[in-house]
């Protein structure tokens, strides 16, 4: 991140008419994945002096690495970072869990500093830290366990289809298309209810007691999806074969129903070739990329900035 970048979030900070100037701040880096989140937020935080909170789903779980692209032992050591590596993939980490860390995070980096850094993509992380986590209504166990059977016996492929035909809402929106444990759970809210899960994600806003600004990154589709394309090779110049090899025992966990690990799996299940694994993996990147657009483009406070190829 070049300094005129960091000169214009300053810029917003001095502008921004609804802050109040007796509250800390948060800025919040968005925006989709190989666009350059990491180091724009390292830069930020060195310039204030702050530290960093992880936004992201699956770079909190300390078995996964390079499939993750989690930040480097440099780039950890620069800063220091909350929420990477903290949890274990046989535990369950939701939005309620990265809300309660968040906030715990912030008010600890608040006892020395009036700023800190978030960056992610997990826009339901990010929603749940800003505006407070949804109540959801209970569930018949006899409803989920139906559920879970029927996907046992049918597929994930059934799954998708049940649930892009009866909540076209949430799977037009969500970033986990191939998530079992995520689609289950919208189709059991809609059969309980009636209801898209979305519905339950309309909750109040909480108003919290500091102020955000949040900024997006975004560049040219064509210069993202070359550096989306680099970043898959890499990992595979790194190892990420051999670090899916190391957690097959592990496939069926919540944590790896993700892009990078199932491609693998799939081919080291004999189910495709090494080579298509690592073209599936660009493709699934290239449209989950296309998706946080989609979700971040709907947030009316996203302050965006257009980087280039080197940003």
């Known amino acids: 991140m070049d300094k005129t970048n960091i000169n214009k979030v300053l810029a917003l900070l001095s502008s921004s008419s609804d802050f109040n100037p007796q509250q800390p701040t948060v800025i919040i880096i968005v925006g989709p994945t190989a666009v350059g989140k990491t180091a724009f937020a390292i830069a930020l935080a060195k310039h204030f002096n702050t530290s960093i909170i992880s936004a992201d789903s699956r770079q909190c779980y300390k078995e996964l690495s390079i499939g993750v692209a989690k930040p480097t032992t440099a ?137 955000i600004l949040k900024i997006g990154l975004s560049m040219p589709r064509e210069i993202l999806n070359e550096r989306i394309h680099n970043r898959v090779d890499a990992m595979m110049e790194e190892g990420l074969l051999q670090e899916v090899t190391s957690l097959l025992r592990n496939a069926n966990r919540n944590a790896l129903q993700t892009v990078g690990y199932q491609e693998m799996f799939a081919h080291l299940s004999g189910e495709i070739t090494l080579e298509d694994a690592v073209a599936l993996i660009k493709q699934h990147t290239r449209q989950y990329a296309k998706r946080q657009m989609t979700w971040f483009k709907k947030d009316n406070q996203i302050h965006w900035l257009e980087l280039d190829a080197k940003s």
Request: proline share 4%.
């Open 75 to 211: 780039e950890l050591a620069a800063v220091k970072h909350y929420f990477i590596g903290t949890h274990s993939i046989n535990e369950e980490v939701n939005a309620g869990v990265f809300e309660k860390y968040a906030l715990d995070a912030v008010a600890t980096i608040f006892e020395t500093n009036s700023v800190a850094v978030m960056v992610g993509g997990t826009g339901l992380y990010i929603k749940s830290f800003c505006e407070g986590i949804d109540d959801m209504p209970s569930i018949d166990p006899a409803l989920r366990n139906s559920i879970i059977t029927d996907y046992e016996t049918n597929g994930l492929e059934w799954l998708q289809h049940q649930v892009a035909a009866k909540d076209p809402i949430y799977w037009e929106s969500t970033h986990e298309k191939n998530n079992p444990q995520r689609l289950m759970r919208a189709l059991e809210i809609l059969l309980a209810t009636g209801k898209s899960i979305t519905h339950f994600q309309s909750a109040q806003k909480i108003t919290r007691p500091f102020n």
